[in-house]
T-cell receptor
Framework: EDQVTQSPEALRLQEGESSSLNCSYT??????LFWYRQDPGKGPEFLFT???AGEEKEKERLKATLTKKESFLHITAPKPEDSATYLC???????????FGKGTHLIIQP | SQTIHQWPATLVQPVGSPLSLECTVE??????LYWYRQAAGRGLQLLFY??????ISSEVPQNLSASRPQDRQFILSSKKLLLSDSGFYLC???????????FGEGSWLTVV
């Protein structure tokens, strides 16, 4: 059974204070790792897909990286509008789609 | 471009009443469709997925059911709601197995 564990559960940063969110996964054969952003009361919004160890992707202040056991979402010089819950998900090849972690609730204080 | 619409956005229903949540996808054909439920502290739970018309797979036993009467329409139903059915329900689609899943805006259900 695929498993995804995200840490920390919650993170409070000052504006401009860089940090990283962690996503550890257990899957028999990783076919893809996905990052989403979710604002309160909204559906998750797709950010990145990573397919193989060593791969990196960037979007504005966010950079996602992937190893054989975990993924990191690095946030550089965050702004208050980056406050959201960030979800990680993996696909191990099953027909039922992605397995999601519980998310990291990120708060950026001005 | 592809869009996904889900309604109603919020509803309050009494225990024992029926439920119908609807979802449609535009701009694509033969999508995989999904219903998820999101509860506080429990993450996203896959309820149903469908790879084609009238092809529904259930992930968890419950008093909910799903139907796909048309290629881009997915419906979540219940004949009698329970208090435990309260939550945030999300419809989603992907272009194929393992591809990126895109979510709708969600429906808040409160059973009273």
């Amino acid at each position: 059974e695929d498993q995804v564990t995200q840490s920390p559960e919650a993170l409070r940063l000052q504006e401009g204070e860089s940090s990283s969110l962690n996503c550890s996964y257990t899957v028999s054969g990783l076919r893809g790792l996905f990052w989403y952003r979710q604002d309160p009361g909204k559906g998750p919004e797709f950010l990145f897909t990573l397919y193989s160890a060593g791969e990196e992707k960037e979007k504005e202040r966010l950079k996602a990286t992937l190893t054989k056991k975990e993924s990191f979402l690095h946030i550089t010089a965050p702004k208050p509008e980056d406050s959201a819950t960030y979800l990680c998900a993996v696909w191990g090849g099953g027909a039922d789609g992605l397995t999601f972690g519980k998310g990291t609730h990120l708060i950026i204080q001005p | 471009s592809q869009t996904i619409h889900q309604w109603p956005a919020t509803l309050v229903q009494p225990v024992g009443s029926p439920l119908s949540l609807e979802c449609t996808v535009e701009g694509t054909s033969n999508p995989n469709l999904y219903w998820y439920r999101q509860a506080a502290g429990r993450g996203l739970q896959l309820l149903f997925y469908s790879i084609g018309i009238d092809q529904i797979s259930s992930e968890v036993p419950q008093n909910l059911s799903a139907s796909r009467p048309q290629d881009r329409q997915f419906i979540l139903s219940s004949k009698k709601l329970l208090l435990s059915d309260s939550g945030f329900y999300l419809c989603a689609w992907s272009s194929g197995m393992g591809n990126t899943i895109y979510f709708g805006e969600g429906s808040w259900l409160t059973v009273v």
